[in-house]
């Protein structure tokens, strides 16, 4: 079903309004020209986004939803022209929609990191990158040195924390975004590692892992942002690891064939595929990192999990956006950055949404769905239990990058309900907003942004996770646009 | 954990008599823990790079900043490392993956890359009048 005739004329009359009455547009992102879509990729204000009511366009904000989305992305993608040769390697900056009142008020500020003061101040690229070369005179002393702080969020200890993979969260002020400095959990973990896909105890509790090389670092702390566990185990051989999964009992961590098998410069340029090996699963104890078992299933490349649940007689399950060989490699995004895409560089391969089915014993079995989406999401009531939900973007068109498709997927019926908002829309990772006074799993909204390219306004959609096909519950507008992200929290 | 080659040599230099010599004051600022000792030591171009320190001083941490006056230098040109021994155990302290914990430095403020400061990024002169290096720690 594609979105409402009428919301979609109204946003496309906004705009042309506007500018016929000589009002100014807000002038988003950097520098115009180029295809339309090219505004989810464009360096956005060096000063960010002041605070401003976006306008309800559509529906009626529902009673009780009241909360904040942060979203981190890149969005330092140009330096003069020069650009960053990789969609993972511009500077994170948060997009903050705080809802309360319905109303949404809008603001976004970059992560002042280390990498990203030096660079503004020289007014180029210097780090080194996931897949960016940096400057060989640029001096690091750790990998917080060239950190971007770009990839997600999460709440601890009243702060938001902005997170990368290969260094430490960033710390920022959650209601005026202000940067303060790399989060330290314990004196001797400074500088260490913190992957941007914590998982969330439904009690609050925080966990999550850190690489290097074959070493993993397993972190738990509590929602009070104070460490409670640290340990270290190792997976063998030195995978590529950007997510993983979590039951209530186990930590589950996917080792695909995408080794670093040299140490060079840009990051990604040191991974090989190695599909031969297949994918192998650790499964760690939670409450003895010593107690360790292994499974294996067939080759298979990922970025993101749902979430993880285990069964009765000890079978673990879990969604993956698996695909059949690694995307986002050398140059991943570049095309975007520049402008140039087009569909003919889309992989012949999109990702199958699958269920990874780990039995107590003997080999994994991989269970297709007929989607080809990314990002899923599970209601955050029910992290690491059984559930039937999870939530994912879905769909591409040929006229630009990214998805069209907000798709609700039940596990249980094998069911999928969707929300095409056609080819003039792109959609990014849509949250779990639990509602108030009820433990359903379907008693949730889904929040999440969509960057509108015909009329270049960003917009906040909420849809009612029980009928998604039935359209957004509300849509909230800001009449200028601002970069697509990666992955946010609800908080 | 990483023993750093810094502090054992310091103490036990003698200087040959020199003809002319001079000073070199140095501060260390930015420090985060009041606690330790900080380890300062004074390399040459033979002694920069894995050598023994050829002059220094070990100075209790009680404050932001820390200063010394190194006496009796030959005019010449000299690196200096620094290493904050924050818990006092003797030893550079490192997370699990290896990276130093505690504080350190080196002359002209200069960083390296995956590792120590090259010495032609830390090397500076001293004269008959003296020099003064002012070092934020890391």
Not at chain 2, 4 to 28: E, H
Not at chain 2, 39 to 50: K, P, Q, S
Not at chain 2, 123 to 130: E, L, M, P, Q, S
């Amino acid at each position: 079903m594609d979105v409402d005739r009428r919301q979609f004329i109204e946003t496309g009359l906004t705009a042309g309004l506007l500018s016929a009455c000589g009002l100014p547009t807000t002038a988003s992102t950097e520098g115009g020209g180029g295809p339309a879509w090219h505004a989810g990729y464009r360096t956005a204000p060096a000063e960010g986004f002041d605070a401003s009511p976006m306008r309800l366009v559509q529906g009626k904000a529902p009673t009780g939803l009241e909360g904040t989305l942060y979203r981190n992305g890149p969005a330092q993608f140009h330096y003069g022209n020069t650009h960053a040769s990789h969609w993972f390697d511009g500077d994170g900056m948060i997009q903050r929609v705080h809802v309360e009142d319905g109303m949404a008020i809008h603001s976004g500020k970059f992560v002042e990191t280390t990498k990203r003061t030096a660079e503004q101040a020289a007014d180029r690229f210097l780090a080194d990158g996931f897949g960016t070369k940096g400057d060989p005179s640029y001096p690091v002393q750790s990998s917080d040195d060239v950190n971007a702080a770009n990839t997600s969020v999460v709440m601890a200890g009243g702060e938001l924390l902005a997170l990368w993979e290969a260094g430490s969260p960033w710390r920022l002020d959650p209601e005026t975004l202000e940067s303060r400095g790399p989060k330290v959990w314990r004196d001797d973990l400074k500088g260490m590692p913190y992957l941007a896909h914590p998982k969330i105890e439904p009690d609050g509790r925080i966990w999550n892992l850190g690489v290097n090389g074959t070493r993993i670092a397993i972190y738990l702390a509590g929602a009070d942002g104070e460490l409670i566990d640290f340990g270290l185990t190792d997976m063998g051989v030195p995978a590529y690891l950007h997510d993983w999964a979590m039951t209530d009992r186990h930590l589950v961590i996917l080792v695909q064939p995408w080794l670093r098998t040299r140490m060079i410069p840009p990051f990604v340029d040191s991974l090989e595929w190695h599909p031969e090996d297949g994918l192998k699963i650790l499964i760690v104890d939670k409450d003895d990192f010593s107690k360790t078992r292994w499974a294996q299933a067939p080759a298979r490349a990922f970025f993101h999990t749902g979430a993880a649940w285990e069964e009765d007689d000890g079978t673990i399950k879990l969604d993956v956006a698996f695909y059949d060989e690694p995307i986002l490699g050398s140059g991943g995004g570049a095309s975007e950055i520049k402008g140039t895409w087009t569909v003919a560089e889309r992989p012949p391969y999109q990702s199958k949404f699958s269920l990874l089915v780990i039995p107590p014993k003997g080999d994994a079995r991989i269970i297709e769905t007929a989607l080809d989406g990314d990002f899923p999401q599970v209601d955050p009531r029910r992290h690491g239990l059984n559930r039937h939900l999870s939530a994912l973007v879905t769909g591409v068109s040929d006229r630009h990058p990214g998805n069209t498709t907000l798709s609700v997927h039940d596990w249980d019926t094998g069911e999928t309900d969707a929300f095409d908002f056609g080819s003039t829309r792109i959609a990014e990772e849509f949250l779990f907003a639990p509602k108030p006074g009820s433990s359903a799993e379907r008693d949730s909204w889904l929040i999440g942004p969509v960057l509108n390219i015909k009329a270049q306004t960003r917009e906040i959609h909420v849809f009612d996770a029980r009928k998604v096909s039935d359209g957004p519950v509300c849509t909230w507008m800001a009449d200028y646009t601002w970069p697509l992200g990666f992955h946010g929290m609800w908080a | 954990m990483n023993r750093t080659v810094i502090i054992s040599t310091i103490a036990a230099c003698m200087l040959p008599a020199a003809v002319s010599a001079g000073t070199i004051d140095i501060t260390v600022e930015n420090i985060e823990k009041h606690t330790g000792t900080m380890h300062i030591g004074l390399y040459d171009a033979d002694t920069y790079e894995g050598g023994k320190a050829i002059n220094g001083a070990n100075i209790t941490v009680e404050a932001d900043s820390v200063s010394v006056t190194l006496q009796d230098i030959a005019p010449g040109e000299y690196g200096v490392k620094i290493f904050h021994d924050e818990d006092d155990d003797g030893e550079m302290d490192t997370n699990p993956f290896g990276i130093p914990t505690e504080g350190y430095a080196f002359s002209n403020n200069a960083k390296g890359r995956f590792g120590p400061a090259k010495w032609d990024d830390a090397k500076f002169v001293v004269t008959d009048a003296g020099t003064a290096q002012i070092i934020s720690l890391n």
